[in-house]
Nanobody, 115 residues
């Protein structure tokens, strides 16, 4: 019954900012990995940012421009994106892996950055 629902995507101008939200519902065991990933047309899904081993990790392409945050009480994880570029255009997915090795994905939210 675990579900991840992303929201906050949309159209933004180059240089603008956007915050994505991922709300988790259902019973969860201990989370090993929690993060944001993206997939552009013709590309494979790639890491954007994640929590892993108590620390954060960012893709080189977004480091310094994005931040990942979590509100435990609301069971929501956020991706704050700044200084967006057209190459950031993609479907952004929220995903997690539990200590039991279970993987869950949201359905994604579209982010489009215009020049």
């Amino acid at each position: 019954q675990v579900q991840l629902v992303e929201s906050g995507g949309g159209l933004v101008q180059s240089g603008g900012s956007l915050t994505l939200s991922c709300e988790v519902s259902g019973s969860l065991f201990s989370v090993k990995v929690m993060g944001w990933y993206r997939q552009a047309p013709g590309n494979q899904r790639e890491l954007v940012a994640q929590y892993l081993g108590g620390s954060t990790r960012y893709a080189d392409s977004v480091r310094g421009r994005v931040g990942i945050f979590r509100d435990t009480a609301k069971k929501t994880t956020y991706l704050q994106m700044n200084n967006l570029k057209p190459e950031d255009t993609a479907v952004y997915y929220c995903g997690l892996v539990t200590d039991r090795g279970e993987t869950y994905w949201g359905k994604g939210t579209q982010v489009t950055v215009s020049s």
